[in-house]
């Protein structure tokens, strides 16, 4: 079965300043003032709308869900006064699920101004037979990458699919010597006279919502893009926390998408700063639904994003450490540890 076109979106934030007052973190000259939790709601629906026009050639009457957000990493910061244009496509069909990559970029602008790509994103969607509780996964109909872009894009999302599955095994895996090591010291600090560091514990932010009808996608179905917007924003305020200067997004690790959310549901949010880089945060949040009756209470979406501290021209700076000091807070730090390193040996590869 062939792959349809790329689904393409600009948002004219050049020529529309109502549209970019929208989008602006704050009314100012501000580098990278860009809400990034708007634009992943962009991205949540451009997904579903991608998937939906190769899964709805074989089942017409077909739904999609989000099932995991696996990496949308930034590559360069994003500027309020230029266009932002999304292009997704369909890079790897399974047998009831599909991945969809989106490229985020700022098109040549009209004054000479180069293009600029701004991020990639990796979305694993799921088709459903229906919307309601009775909905089955269904099964997709195969097909070859057509060329050998085509086929760059299925290889790399079959890469990635794999590098997820590794991960999660990893996390199982009881410390190595030398991160033992790194968690002793962690923990010997703190027995110091006159320590001061930064404690895990004191690294929470916790807020609240209730869903209404205007947050609705499918009936009675919360949207997707709406939570992982709202988490973002709560893992901002928590990252603000630790980062002395402005974190900036630089990377959405990963979002699992639980279960769905209905309206009327009360949402909670629980945001942990779980690890400190020389100059990043790694924070982890997680969406807590309960029911509006009160009779249920279940994990919705668990998020991981890294931030950056930075200066007022972008440049990265120091972050103080971070200390574990329970079971639970040593295992999310050495979890984020395991990723941090892993990015930074991905980038040596890269020559980066």
């Known amino acids: ?70 990496n949308i990493y930034i590559r360069a910061s994003a500027d309020v006064k230029r266009d932002i244009a999304f292009s997704a496509r369909v890079n790897f069909v399974g047998r009831t699920s599909l991945e969809v990559g989106i490229r985020v970029e700022h098109p040549a602008g009209p004054n000479g101004e180069p293009p600029a790509h701004i991020a990639s994103c990796y979305f694993t969607m799921v088709a459903r037979s229906t919307a309601g509780d009775g909905a089955q996964s269904l099964v997709l109909p195969a097909f070859e990458p057509a060329g050998e872009l085509g086929r760059r894009r299925w290889d790399r999302a079959i890469a990635r699919r794999e590098a997820t599955r590794q991960q999660m095994h990893q996390a199982q895996e009881p410390p190595s010597r030398g991160e033992y090591g790194l968690l002793a010291a962690l923990h010997a600090a703190q027995d110091k006279p006159g320590f001061d560091g930064l404690l895990a ?86 969406i807590i639904r309960i029911s509006r009756d009160r009779t249920q209470t279940h994990l919705s979406n668990s998020c991981i994003f890294t931030f950056t501290n930075v200066d007022a021209d972008l440049r990265p700076q120091p972050v103080p450490a971070i200390y574990p000091t329970t079971y639970a807070e040593d295992a999310r730090y050495l979890a984020a540890h395991r990723r941090h390193e892993g990015h930074l040996a991905w980038k040596a590869a890269r020559g980066r």
């Open 1 to 70: 079965m062939a792959l349809p076109d790329d689904r393409l979106l600009t948002l004219p934030l050049g020529s529309d300043p109502d549209l970019r007052r929208r989008y602006m973190l704050l009314h100012e000259d501000l580098p990278g003032n860009v809400r990034f939790g708007l634009l992943l709601e962009i991205l949540d629906k451009l997904a579903e709308e991608a998937a939906l026009d190769y899964v709805r050639r074989a089942h017409p009457d077909a739904r999609v869900v989000t099932a995991a957000i696996d």
């Open 201 to 286: 514990a004191d690294c929470v932010t916790n807020g609240w919502e209730r869903t209404y009808p205007e947050h609705e996608n499918v009936p009675e179905k919360i949207f997707g893009g709406h939570l992982i917007r709202r988490a973002f924003e709560q893992s901002a305020i928590c990252a603000e926390e630790v980062a002395p200067d402005r974190p900036v997004i630089v990377a959405v690790n990963r979002i699992n998408f639980v279960q769905p959310v209905r309206m009327g549901d009360k949402l909670h949010f629980v945001s942990r700063a779980v690890y400190a880089g020389a100059t990043s945060v790694s924070v982890e949040t997680e």
